[in-house]
């Protein structure tokens, strides 16, 4: 029974930890901000490409370089970091 226990609390503790996918952003002229309710990208193009960060989901850029998306839900947080992932895909080698 201590171990059902156990396993129950460690559950409850990955609960609250979430999902987090960090991203990094390689490219002349390439950086990422967040403003309010949306993340603002310069990734090469004319414009800046605006997302609008969903509700769940928290997106920082502690750096220009770097986007960090969190959330409760890894299948959610999954998808948003996918599709900034998909603005830019990366070159391959």
Excluded at 46 to 68: F, L, N, R
């Amino acid at each position: 029974m201590g171990d059902l226990a156990h396993s129950r609390r460690q559950s409850g503790h990955r609960r609250h930890q979430g999902f987090e996918s960090k991203l990094d952003i390689t490219g002349v002229g390439y950086r990422a901000t967040v403003q309010g309710k949306n993340l603002q990208i310069a990734l090469g193009y004319s414009h800046d490409v605006i997302y609008p960060i969903p509700d769940g989901i928290a997106i920082v850029a502690p750096k220009p370089t770097e986007i960090v998306v969190t959330g409760i839900d890894k299948q959610e947080g999954g998808q948003v970091a996918a599709e900034i992932r998909a603005f830019r895909p990366a070159r391959a080698i």
